[in-house]
């Protein structure tokens, strides 16, 4: 929430493909949630669904990092 910054970024690193989103929002304490919200529950599902690993990292008052990494398939795996 009232963000006025939003960086995307998409690498690939080793046999990895990484999605990093980062805000300059309010934040928010994500220990204390613990993730329990619909959004946050959805994006784990999504996450789990491409075999993906998902990690939030948040703050209040220090913003949002949202990242998700997940494995490149072989590229000898087709041919």
């Given at each position: 929430?009232?963000?006025?910054?939003?960086?995307?970024?998409?690498?690939?690193?080793?046999?990895?493909?990484?999605?990093?989103?980062?805000?300059?929002?309010?934040?928010?304490?994500?220990?204390?949630?613990?993730?329990?919200g619909?959004g946050?529950?959805?994006?784990?599902?999504r996450?789990?669904?491409?075999?993906?690993?998902?990690?939030v990292?948040s703050?209040?008052?220090?913003?949002t990092?949202?990242?998700?990494?997940?494995?490149?398939?072989?590229?000898?795996?087709?041919?």
């Amino acid at each position: 929430a009232d963000a006025s910054s939003v960086t995307v970024r998409l690498t690939e690193v080793g046999d990895q493909l990484r999605l990093e989103v980062a805000d300059n929002g309010q934040g928010f304490d994500a220990s204390a949630s613990a993730g329990s919200g619909f959004g946050m529950e959805s994006m784990r599902q999504r996450a789990a669904k491409i075999h993906g690993r998902l990690d939030v990292r948040s703050a209040p008052m220090d913003g949002t990092t949202v990242l998700v990494e997940v494995r490149l398939p072989d590229s000898e795996a087709g041919q």
